[in-house]
T-cell receptor, first 114, second 115 residues
Framework: EDKVVQSPLSLVVHEGDTVTLNCSYEVTNFRSLLWYKQEKKAPTFLFMLTSSGIEKKSGRLSSILDKKELFSILNITATQTGDSAVYLCAVAPLDRQGAQKLVFGQGTRLTINP | DTEVTQTPKHLVMGMTNKKSLKCEQHMGHRAMYWYKQKAKKPPELMFVYSYEKLSINESVPSRFSPECPNSSLLNLHLHALQPEDSALYLC??????????????FGSGTQLSVL
């Protein structure tokens, strides 16, 4: 069975700290790995990774994938209170008939204290 | 327009009521999804429509009935729900094929309470 495991499940840090969120996966036919941020309701897209070793960056956020060791990390530097959210990792198996069946991890609840 | 719009935002219903959740997107996406999310849990896939045809039903009870009237609209009809069905119901869409098909765009959800 396809599986995605995130760690830690919960993290509390002070504003300005750097955090690393982890995501490991077991998927029969891997296509891509995605990171989403969920603050209140709608998960919003952060990154999609398909190739090993290529870092994706967006401002203070960055992510990298290791397809050999089957994991990804999401880094956030100089954290701000607005980064407080649940960060979801999801893996997409190979496309099946146009519909995607993402496998989600449990999420990491990140709290940034001022 | 990269939005997925869901209505209503909040819904309270009794176990004998019939109600519908609505979802709309104008990104030209051809795959649309219903997810259910309980508090502090990840989203769970319920249904997927691909090119207006139901392609995935994750063994969802028949008291949930999806409908895709056209490529922009997705409904979820609710009837005789149970209190344990209370959750956030998220709609999402994706291109339907090709590169970036797995990049789902989510709506803000309908917070459903069943009394």
């Amino acid at each position: 069975e396809d599986k995605v495991v995130q760690s830690p499940l919960s993290l509390v840090v002070h504003e300005g700290d750097t955090v690393t969120l982890n995501c490991s996966y077991e998927v029969t036919n891997f296509r891509s790995l995605l990171w989403y941020k969920q603050e209140k309701k709608a998960p919003t897209f952060l990154f999609m990774l398909t190739s090993s070793g290529i870092e994706k960056k967006s401002g203070r956020l960055s992510s990298i994938l290791d397809k050999k060791e089957l994991f990804s990390i999401l880094n956030i530097t100089a954290t701000q209170t607005g980064d407080s959210a649940v960060y979801l990792c999801a893996v997409a198996p190979l496309d099946r008939q146009g519909a995607q069946k993402l496998v989600f991890g449990q999420g990491t609840r990140l709290t940034i204290n001022p | 327009d990269t939005e997925v719009t869901q209505t209503p935002k909040h819904l309270v219903m009794g176990m004998t009521n019939k109600k519908s959740l609505k979802c709309e997107q104008h990104m030209g996406h051809r795959a649309m999804y219903w997810y259910k999310q309980k508090a502090k849990k990840p989203p769970e896939l319920m249904f997927v429509y691909s090119y207006e045809k139901l392609s995935i039903n994750e063994s969802v009870p028949s008291r949930f009935s999806p409908e895709c009237p056209n490529s922009s609209l997705l409904n979820l009809h609710l009837h005789a729900l149970q209190p344990e069905d209370s959750a956030l119901y998220l709609c999402a869409s994706s291109p339907g094929t090709g590169y970036l098909n797995e990049k789902l765009f989510f709506g803000s959800g309908t917070q459903l309470s069943v009394l």
